[in-house]
């Protein structure tokens, strides 16, 4: 289980000794890196994988149980990468931020395992996870990461909600 938000940069990976199942899952976007214009030539974007600074909004909803909450974060000229990464800055900058999350290989990725503590979990038979939409309310197709947010996204983080049974 990976950790953010805390004193080091990542905590603890569990280690899975299943087979993962293969995922239907598109490509990650290619963050775009953005070339010197003429007069910004000085600029070097510090990471050959990230993309030019953007600004990306967060929200986090919980209004399962308690510590209820709702707060929102904006991140202001990071560099364009997964949203993951975007999550952990945030996590950095406020504590309802801070969260885990277990990687499943390189098919399916990281999972979100719990935000300020709550946690995602079977209950009934079903799975309870935190569900990633945009601001609009239309739920993300991909994960955090793969998904590479553009200028100007706004996302949220909503409390655990039922999607799937458990086999």
């Not at 510590?67 to 990071?78: K, T, V």
């Amino acid at each position: 289980m990976f950790l953010a938000g805390v004193d080091t940069f990542w905590g603890k990976k569990e280690v899975d000794d299943k087979p993962s199942k293969p995922a239907k899952t598109r490509p990650s976007k290619p963050a775009t890196t953005k070339p010197p214009t003429p007069g910004d030539e000085d600029k070097v974007w510090p990471c050959g994988l990230c993309g030019s600074p953007i600004d990306v909004t967060l929200h986090v909803e919980n209004t399962l149980k308690e510590p209820f909450f709702n707060e929102s974060i904006f991140l202001e000229g990071l560099n364009q990468r997964q949203l993951f990464h975007f999550l952990h800055e945030a996590a950095n900058q406020n504590k309802i931020f801070r969260f885990s999350m277990t990687h499943y290989g390189a098919e399916l990725g990281f999972m979100i395992d719990s935000i300020n503590g709550l946690k995602s979990e079977w209950v009934n038979g079903k799975l309870n996870y935190w569900r990633i939409l945009y601001i609009n309310g239309t739920a993300l197709e991909f994960g955090v990461s793969t998904f590479i947010p553009e200028d100007k996204d706004e996302f949220i983080f909503r409390s655990p909600s039922s999607k799937m049974k458990k086999s």
